[in-house]
Nanobody, 115 residues
């Protein structure tokens, strides 16, 4: 089992920045691929960024060049640095830990981008 707790969400103006954090506990963190997903009202949950156990990253086209995912295996933490935020980035952001067949989710943190 892996428990995930997100933090760092909030209200920010367009063009601003936020840093999301995800604290993981339980199983061996470094074995898991970690990811950030988001779900806006009325829309399906979508992947934002993922980082594999070896450090390889991939991003949704909509956030490339603006968001950066990172992980600290020693501290069991995953981060999402979000810059140049847009109103379309407004959503609940979820942390995910994946190691087939296991798939774990955090409770989510709200990000609102509005002036």
């Amino acid at each position: 089992q892996v428990q995930l707790v997100e933090s760092g969400g909030g209200l920010v103006q367009p063009g601003g920045s936020l840093r999301l954090s995800c604290a993981a506990s339980g199983s061996i963190f470094s074995f898991y691929a970690m990811g950030w997903y988001r779900q806006a009202p009325g829309k399906q949950r979508e992947v934002v960024a993922r980082i594999l156990s070896g450090g390889t990253t991939n991003y949704a086209d909509s956030v490339k060049g603006r968001f950066t995912i990172s992980r600290d295996n020693a501290e069991n933490m995953v981060y999402l640095q979000m810059n140049s935020l847009k109103p379309d980035d407004t959503a609940i952001y979820y942390c995910n830990a994946y190691r087939p067949p296991q798939n774990f989710w955090g409770q989510g943190t709200q990000v609102t981008v509005s002036s």
